[in-house]
């Protein structure tokens, strides 16, 4: 049962990154995206990892996506085509269809105990907030630092881009 879904969310992410790249409309590749992420964090909960799949959607669902669509929004772009808002329309509610059916089934297996042997046990602590801070800070402290530093550079390189515009 756990195989089904994997390959049914698999899919989903699958098909949705294809259209993000595919889409010439950046609002619908921008929605295609947090579906990606929504199916993502579902894979997440899949894994006994509650903690990850609410920050993949708090995190990158939410603040990052909103950030996306205000540089679009910022950029003033044209609408492209309208030629295919009908066929777009029926295949969003078939996905939210099968994403809500997913996402049920999803969290209902995680209400089944783990000794029924529907889940395989995960390690002590896995995916909890402490677990999670302890092998971020510890392991992998140098990619974050690198990662953070990163960050930094491009927050100055966006203003300085930004300033010569104005």
Avoid: H
Wanted: aromatic share 10%; charged share 10%; no cysteine.
């Amino acid at each position: 049962m756990e195989a089904i879904f994997f390959i049914i969310l698999s899919i989903i992410i699958i098909f949705s990154s294809m259209m993000v790249i595919l889409k010439k409309n950046p609002i619908a590749s921008v929605l295609f995206l947090i579906l990606a992420l929504f199916s993502t964090a579902a894979m997440y909960v899949m894994l006994m990892a509650p903690f990850i799949a609410a920050i993949q959607i708090i995190v990158y669902a939410g603040a990052i996506m909103v950030l996306f669509l205000f540089v679009i929004m910022l950029l003033n772009l044209k609408k492209i085509n309208e030629g295919g808002a009908v066929t777009l329309k029926i295949l969003g509610v078939i996905v939210a269809g099968l994403m809500m059916v997913v996402t049920a089934v999803v969290l209902r297996s995680v209400a089944i105990p783990a000794d029924s042997g529907f889940l395989r046990s995960s390690p002590e602590g896995f995916g909890t907030v402490e677990n999670v801070g302890m092998t971020l800070f510890t392991t992998y402290l140098l990619p974050f630092e690198i990662a953070s530093f990163l960050l930094l550079a491009a927050i100055i390189g966006a203003v300085v881009l930004a300033k010569k515009k104005l």
